[in-house]
């Protein structure tokens, strides 16, 4: 599957998709082969499809949170691959966002409401001291979104406030939209203090939409976030006395440069802000396993170094030779991950005038009106893209 997704920019998603179901997926993959074909039927348009995918691969993820025994004792005996694959902690929270997402494309406001609900008892359970484990911005901003939508001022207003906390403690710029939210909130709760501190902070204040006004609200995805790599690091094992070459995963250096969406609203130009990077999230979520993986590789190498040994001690020299074949065969690094994700998500806040004519609006990769989800009584105006959309325009043909 790795293949596939290295391609997926140039290819674009129809042809992925028709690349990745050619494959016949493993038991133990079949939750990783449903999130990546799940991804990609987003991308072409089908949408309940992407939905049943998704949803099955959360239920399959799920159950394979109590660890089956058989498997563990295969991957520390033979190696990591054999273990069913339950997705990172990042992975865990952003299923429940591409579902959302897939909910609003649907006018489902409920439906993306409960994913978000889902995914706050998701972040909870993966929650650790001292950590942002489990805790994304674009999760909360995306809840605050919806919530919003629905009224809930509240309990959008509470997450709104969690994804500037996460984006604060990893030191990063607060895009224009999350500022926006923020303030108009605090404002319209009749929050005097909080919304000066924002005002303060922030350099901006807000105004009430006047009548006929509207905003738009955009979620980019860009890119395809990076897929992992074997190396083989030579380790010292007290076990043998001696060094040891393990085959463990990695990512390779982080290149990334986000690629934004731009638009032009009545002459006025705009663009997305990242919300969150995928790339960052993916490779933490790799050294926080690391300590773990590299504990299991050496034992396992060890006892295979052990075996062979043992044979050769008895001049088993043909069965030594083929036990050193086996090891070697056997002895991958675990390099699965969800990479038809995106490299990074971005957003945008827009205020759109009462003279503004939607049906004139110039959309990018050609989009139109037509692609503009309206929510709050149309008030509220949704545009979910991707960087996909240059090849497929996937989203542009989504069918409901």
């Not at 978000?116 to 605050?144: E, H």
């Not at 971005?346 to 503004?356: D, H, P, S, T, Y």
Request: glycine share 4%; charged share 20%.
């Amino acid at each position: 599957m790795n293949s596939v997704a290295d391609n997926l920019q140039s290819t674009g998603a129809a042809q992925a998709l028709a690349a990745l179901e050619k494959i016949k997926p493993k038991s133990r993959d079949k939750a990783l082969y449903l999130l990546n074909r799940g991804s990609l039927k987003r991308y072409t348009g089908d949408l309940k499809g992407s939905n049943a995918d998704l949803e099955s691969a959360k239920s399959i993820m799920a159950a394979l949170q109590a660890t089956s025994v058989s498997e563990s004792l295969a991957a520390v005996t033979i190696n990591e691959t054999l273990r069913s694959y339950a997705g990172t902690p990042s992975e865990r929270i952003l299923l429940h966002e591409m579902l959302a997402f897939n909910y609003l494309q649907l006018g489902d406001l409920d439906g993306a409401r409960v994913e978000m609900l889902q995914a706050d008892v998701t972040a909870q359970a993966l929650a650790k001291a001292d950590s942002l484990r489990g805790y994304l911005a674009s999760d909360q901003f995306l809840s605050g979104c919806i919530y919003e939508m629905n009224g809930e001022l509240d309990n959008a207003m509470i997450s709104y406030r969690r994804a500037l906390g996460i984006m604060d403690q990893r030191s990063l710029q607060i895009p224009l939209a999350l500022q926006d939210s923020l303030l108009q909130i605090s404002q319209r709760q009749r929050m005097t203090e909080e919304y000066q501190r924002y005002e303060k902070r922030f350099s901006r204040s807000a105004e009430p939409l006047e009548e006929g006004e509207r905003e738009l609200l955009v979620f980019y995805a860009d890119g395809n976030v990076s897929s992992k790599q074997q190396n083989f690091i030579p380790i010292f094992s007290p076990a043998i006395a001696q060094p040891i070459s393990l085959a463990l995963p990695y990512y390779p250096p982080n290149n990334y440069r986000a690629q934004y969406l731009n638009l032009n609203v009545a002459g006025k130009f705009y663009r997305t802000q990242p919300i969150e990077n995928i790339e960052v999230l993916a490779r933490e979520d790799l050294d926080e396993a690391m300590p773990g993986i590299t504990a299991a590789t050496l034992l396992r190498a060890t006892a295979k170094y052990q075996t062979v040994k043992a044979a050769r001690d008895k001049k088993e020299d043909f069965a030594a030779l083929l036990l050193l074949v086996a090891n070697t065969v056997t002895e991958q690094a675990d390099l699965r991950s969800w990479n038809m994700l995106p490299s990074s998500l971005q957003v945008a806040r827009i205020r759109l005038g009462a003279q503004v004519d939607i049906e004139t609006l110039a959309l990018p990769n050609g989009m139109n009106a037509s692609n503009l989800l309206s929510f709050n009584r149309g008030k509220t105006l949704v545009l979910l893209a991707s960087s996909l959309d240059r090849n497929d325009r996937s989203l542009a043909k989504s069918t409901k």
